[in-house]
């Protein structure tokens, strides 16, 4: 008999199938001839995406069907959530006519954020090998919450920019909202590997 996946782990699925159409659309997005109503759609499937992660971890404790396919899907979802959306900030769809990028974030920033996940995927599967699984902490959900308001106020206010902000207060909220989560990031980066540290430590040769 075929076992069948779990709400949570179909509302995970379905919050995957949801962050590749969200990135698909974004690639899709040219600000030089912008049509704001394709990041309106991207900022509601960034919301509902992120928002069902919520959900999916919530049913998973409550009917204790947390298991090892959700524990390794869920975060990879929150990844390519998170992840695409920052590193297409920088590709040439946001780039307006005088060259200038209209996220404000640079490549530089998307090296922290992605090499954070990357950091800390290989931190946790080596911590696990060992036998002291590494869960997440509130630096971690700090970052994950940072990044997920983040994402979609930066696409909101590039839609609405000449129409609902000034150029002086767009300016702001981008820059303010994008160097918060580069910094929140960065440390939640150190905090996972000062709590690795002792593990790495112990695991030493003598």
Not at 71 to 79: E, M, N, Y
Not at 83 to 95: D, H, N, Q, S, Y
Request: aromatic share 8%; net charge positive; hydrophobic share 55%.
């Amino acid at each position: 008999m075929k076992r069948r996946l779990n709400l949570p782990n179909r509302i995970t699925v379905a919050r995957l199938v949801l962050a590749v159409i969200f990135i698909v659309l974004l690639a899709q997005y040219s600000h030089r001839s912008p049509q704001p109503w394709m990041l309106d759609v991207a900022v509601a499937m960034f919301i509902v995406a992120a928002a069902s992660d919520v959900l999916d971890g919530y049913l998973a404790r409550k009917r204790g069907e947390e298991t090892p396919l959700g524990r390794v899907l869920d975060p990879l979802v929150d990844k390519v959530l998170v992840c695409g959306a920052f590193i297409l900030f920088v590709g040439p769809g946001f780039v307006d006519a005088a060259g200038h990028n209209v996220t404000q974030v640079s490549a530089w920033m998307v090296v922290v954020i992605v090499g954070r996940e990357l950091l800390v995927t290989g931190l946790r599967g080596f911590n696990e090998s060992v036998g002291k699984p590494l869960g997440a902490s509130i630096h971690g959900k700090l970052k994950m919450w940072m990044q997920s308001i983040a994402a979609p106020v930066v696409l909101f206010v590039v839609a609405h920019e000449e129409t609902w902000f000034t150029p002086q207060s767009a300016a702001i909220i981008k820059g303010v909202l994008v160097w918060v989560t580069v910094l929140v990031t960065a440390l939640s980066a150190v905090h996972y590997l000062l709590r690795s540290r002792f593990i790495l430590e112990e695991s030493a040769p003598a």
